[in-house]
């Protein structure tokens, strides 16, 4: 049975917003969610399908998310020719290929770390010093009645694990006392530290840590806590992490200022969604057809008053800079592009250092435009677009993809050997340069042998290569200059961890709350220190922050904690004395 072809319907997205508009008038909430979810996919996927540079392999990506980009994953290794072996016999196919001693030995030995945890692993863990009941070290040994016992130095380790709350909470019943004749109540003192506030410093912490740290929404928490019989409701979850945003302040200032003296900067952005400005588009829509403005007049406005409509992108910038060994990660969400953001933290550079090196991709918007930086440009990025085409071209791509494994390779191998900048720059020349130079002529040679068709999949990855390329390259020029920019990448995550489980800001003070914590906490795990005892300790301080930033920060906070019990230890010496 024949069926009948598809009809076409276009709508924009306003004739899509007011039919939803009417279908929720009649429909119950949760059929209405599938349906508005139902049209913004249709919306996106006409969007997707109608940009000229979408494959559909990308389009299935999107949809499905992205297998691994390993080169042994995306080009599968030619098979060796079967001409060169002798052909198996029925018996030989039905019998399984015997395994020789190395590689018996091989599947004897564990994988490195898919073992459990010892004891060093649990860095916070509380450590209790158990003593033997019975002997002391010195005493006679109770087996052989001649040697004495002595405290080896490697004790034996039990780990006991608890689960709990991810914020308890302690009721304390204050007795008190009335008289029967006069009426006079008598009330117990209550514990130290008890009374003054409700909310500890840890559990601010532990919030902030729960929301902005691993995802979870304040909606998600409040249920979990109802749960488990400690009402924590969202709104005072709010108000707990955005009290907490304003004492902090200063530390995340003073990260914003020791961030623009990084040596290396690291910058891109990713969407994101605050309603309170996705609500200005609605506002000025509105008010435009109050006015009776006519659409196609709105859309020739910029021709005829030479300004640019505003920005309706909402974005999350991701900053890392590095410097010294020091690893600083940054965030910011709102209207402005990567590159807008970075001139911002830039301004609060030294006049006396000269330019960053800046690794980002290739979008113009992530650039600062006021400030000088010497550009380099993300190879992973270069890579992808192989990787992309590698079903259509998998011949040319694996030489590609394989070459910059190569250069991958000796990447690794400078950090292993921990070579500094200009030792590294050295190693890159000697070993890839080689190669690097092997690639661009393979590139040209493409071309000029008219074996690739430039508006191809594979001509445009090579195009992109070859545009590109002073930038793309500039690790073997310049000592220090990254690679790639996997670390923003992987920064971003965090904001997008956000998005995808609380989906929006409410407000753009709500965005600046976010951006604060995951800065301190990005750059806590950055610089391996402990994030919740990290923001206990500033808030237990709140008061020094403003007068003392720099003393305050992740990599050297414990330092300055250590500095002050060493102090007052002295000071009650002294006193008792």
């Known amino acids: 049975m024949k ?56 389009l299935r990506q999107m949809l499905f998310g992205a297998r691994t980009e390993k080169t042994v994953a995306v080009i599968k290794k030619k ?40 004891a060093d692993a649990y860095r916070s863990a509380k450590k209790i010093r158990v003593v033997h009941e019975s002997l002391q070290p010195g005493e006679t040994c109770p087996e052989c009645k001649k040697g004495k016992v002595y405290d080896m130095k490697k004790p034996g380790v039990l780990i006991r694990i608890v689960g709990q709350a991810p914020v308890e909470a302690t009721v304390f019943e204050i007795q008190k006392l009335r008289c029967n004749l006069c009426g006079a109540v ?25 929301k902005y740290g691993s995802g979870l929404p304040f909606n998600r928490l409040e249920g979990l806590q109802g749960n488990l019989g400690i009402p924590l409701p969202a709104s005072t979850q709010w108000d707990i992490v955005s009290d907490t945003a304003k004492m902090i302040e200063p530390v995340y200032e003073e990260l914003i200022r020791q961030a623009a003296q990084g040596e290396i900067v690291y910058n891109d952005d990713t969407t994101m969604k605050i309603l309170e400005l996705m609500g200005e588009r609605a506002k000025a829509k509105a008010l435009a057809e109050a006015e009776g403005k006519d659409d196609e007049r709105a859309k020739d406005a910029p021709k005829r008053t030479g300004k640019q409509p505003p920005r309706k992108g909402v974005f999350t910038s991701g900053i890392v800079s590095t410097n010294a060994g020091r690893t600083i990660a940054l965030f910011f969400t709102g209207r402005r592009h990567a590159g807008e953001n970075l001139a911002e933290v830039l301004q609060h550079r030294a006049s006396e250092l000269g330019p960053p090196i800046q690794m980002c991709d290739a979008l113009s918007r992530n650039e ?20 992309d085409v590698a079903d259509n071209f998998p011949d040319a791509c694996r030489y590609v993809l394989e070459t910059l494994g190569e250069v991958y390779k000796n990447n690794a191998v400078a950090r292993q050997r921990n070579l500094s900048p200009d030792e590294r720059l050295q190693f890159h020349q000697t070993e890839s340069g080689p190669l690097m130079k092997k690639l661009k002529a393979w590139f040209s040679q493409q071309f000029e042998a008219r074996l690739v068709e430039p508006n191809s999949g594979l001509g445009e990855a090579i195009l992109y290569m070859l545009n590109h390329w002073e930038k793309l390259t500039l690790f073997l020029r310049e000592p220090g200059a990254p690679l790639d920019n996997n670390v923003c990448e992987r920064a971003l995550k965090k904001a997008i961890l956000h998005r995808k ?21 990005h750059t806590c795990a950055l610089c391996q220190a402990n994030p919740f005892d990290y923001l206990t300790e500033l808030l237990r301080h709140a ?21 002050r019990n060493v102090n007052t230890t002295m000071t009650m010496a002294v006193g008792y004395a």
């Open 3 to 58: 069926t009948a072809p598809l009809k076409r319907i276009d709508l924009n997205m306003d004739e899509v917003q007011a039919l939803l508009d009417r279908a929720k008038a009649v429909m119950v909430p949760e059929d209405y969610e599938k349906l508005e979810a139902i049209a913004e996919t249709a919306v996106y996927l006409s969007q997707a399908v109608e940009d000229k540079q979408m494959t559909i392999k990308r």
């Open 79 to 118: 098979e060796e020719d079967e001409s060169e072996s002798p052909p198996a016999t029925d018996d030989d196919a039905r019998a399984p290929p015997e395994k020789t001693d190395e590689e018996d030995s091989e599947t004897k030995q564990k994988r490195k770390g898919h073992g459990r945890n010892g």
């Open 186 to 210: 008598f009330t117990a003192t209550a514990p130290e530290g008890v009374g003054a506030e409700k909310y500890d410093a840890t559990a601010a912490s532990m919030i902030a840590l729960l």
């Open 368 to 387: 600062p435009k006021e400030f000088e930086t010497i550009l380099a440009h993300c190879n992973a990025h270069g890579r992808r677009r192989f990787v």
């Open 501 to 521: 489980n609380a989906l929006f800001y409410l407000s753009e003070n709500g965005a600046h709350v976010g951006d604060l914590f995951m800065s301190l906490i």
């Open 543 to 563: 008061d020094e922050l403003s007068s003392h930033p720099q003393q305050w920060m992740p990599w050297n906070y414990s330092e300055e904690r250590r500095t």
